[in-house]
């Protein structure tokens, strides 16, 4: 297990019809912390033939599952056709998210997330499984084992950060050095053309935020900061108003994949 820590993999997702498929690359401690247990998520949500992958990214800290914060976003490439390396930086000051060399989401660590926070060790997993009854359309697409098997192909991890057993250590003794070297790192900061890239990703690709949803949070949770003019894009539901900058990039990802040859990718079978 780790305590605070980078996550990184190359990934190459299902081709074709994979609706109701989620592949997930997260941290999690559920197995040792089973009723207040921290996760922080990338999934990807499969989709009808000539439909765009989606994903969301995800985070809980101390069993907070009753608090989505969930953002759901598209992707500017065809995620089944080559690898790319999806990333969680994980510090006791903030947690930031990657595609690729773009950041796509930072969530800054503040007192009033208490508990919410993720703080405690955790593992990295990688997964595919069967999400029928939410992944695609809201469950109206599930799993269509015709088109099984759904392989996903994973690479060139790469895991830094203080390892250690919860069990036998404290985490405060042995990862003081560790956590200095990770705040060092070049993907730890967040530089001003990190940032301008990280807002153009967020006004052309994100269709969904928890912190703009008012039905689910009529006040948003602690660590949402509300900017005007993305705040402006979204209806009360969260979800992109019609009209809005993620329009032609759905329509085009559309003419894209209408004609994409079946592939059959490497392990990682449902």
């Not at 690479?155 to 042995?174: H, M, T």
Request: hydrophobic share 30%.
């Amino acid at each position: 297990m780790y305590q605070y820590g980078f996550f990184s993999a190359k990934i190459k997702l299902p081709s074709d019809h994979t609706a109701g498929i989620v592949v997930a690359f997260y941290t999690s401690n559920g197995a040792v912390f089973e009723k207040n247990h921290d996760e922080l998520d990338f999934e990807f949500l499969g989709n009808v033939e000539g439909q765009p992958w989606r994903f969301q990214t995800n985070l809980y800290g101390n069993g907070s599952t009753s608090t989505g914060r969930e953002e759901r976003y598209f992707l500017w490439f065809d995620p089944s056709k080559e690898f790319h390396r999806y990333s969680i930086l994980w510090t006791a000051k903030n947690i930031i998210f990657y595609v690729d060399d773009v950041p796509i989401r930072e969530v800054v660590r503040s007192e009033e997330m208490g508990g919410d926070y993720p703080s405690k060790p955790m593992s990295l997993y990688a997964t595919i499984w069967d999400a029928s009854n939410w992944a695609t359309n809201g469950g109206k697409n599930g799993v269509d084992y015709k088109y099984a098997p759904f392989t996903s192909e994973f690479k060139d991890f790469a895991l830094e950060g203080c390892r250690f057993e919860p069990i036998k250590e404290s985490p405060d003794a042995v990862c003081s050095e560790e956590a200095g070297f990770l705040g060092s790192r070049d993907y730890a900061v967040i530089t001003p053309k990190r940032r301008t890239a990280m807002r153009k990703f967020r006004q052309q690709y994100m269709f969904y935020s928890y912190c703009y949803d008012k039905l689910r949070y009529p006040v948003p949770p602690p660590e949402c900061v509300l900017v005007p003019m993305e705040q402006e894009r979204f209806q009360e539901t969260g979800m992109l108003k019609f009209g809005g900058s993620t329009r032609k990039q759905i329509r085009n990802s559309r003419i894209r994949h209408r004609k994409r040859p079946r592939v059959s990718t490497g392990s990682d079978q449902a």
